[in-house]
């Protein structure tokens, strides 16, 4: 089971980035999905969460407004759309699969994690 997350990058405050992940090994249509993130010299953080059907999405207060979580089940794909990007987002993103439906997030209830995506924001 392998969670590929892609699109990460440099990119100035105020730009706009769409991050990727893309399970492959088995299905994930039936689990939550969720986002986090670790800044350098911080501890992790999570950024977004969504549910089985994307019916429930929730978000860290620091994106809310920001950033949208998002999943194609066809694709057993799911992404983050991050906007006005501010130089506290940089960070490491990681993908994680869930073990429950619902959206969720703590990050002891995932599973199934990806490798991560550099996202880099310059001021």
């Known amino acids: 089971v392998q969670l590929q997350a892609s699109g990460g990058g440099l990119v100035q405050a105020g730009g706009s980035l769409r991050l990727s992940c893309a399970a492959s090994g088995r299905m994930f249509s039936n689990n939550g999905m969720g986002w986090f993130r670790r800044a350098p010299g911080k501890d992790r953080e999570s950024v977004a969460a969504?549910?089985?059907?994307?019916?429930?999405?929730l978000y860290a207060e620091s994106v809310k407004a920001r950033f949208t979580i998002s999943r194609d089940n066809a694709k057993n794909t799911v992404y983050l759309q991050m906007n006005s990007l501010e130089p506290d987002d940089t960070a490491v993103y990681y993908c994680?699969?869930?073990?429950?439906?619902?959206?969720?997030?703590?990050?002891?209830?995932?599973?199934?994690w990806g490798q991560g995506t550099l996202v880099t924001v310059s001021s």
């Open positions: 969504i549910s089985w059907n994307g019916g429930n999405t």
């Open positions: 994680a699969a869930a073990r429950g439906a619902m959206a969720t997030m703590r990050p002891n209830m995932y599973n199934y």
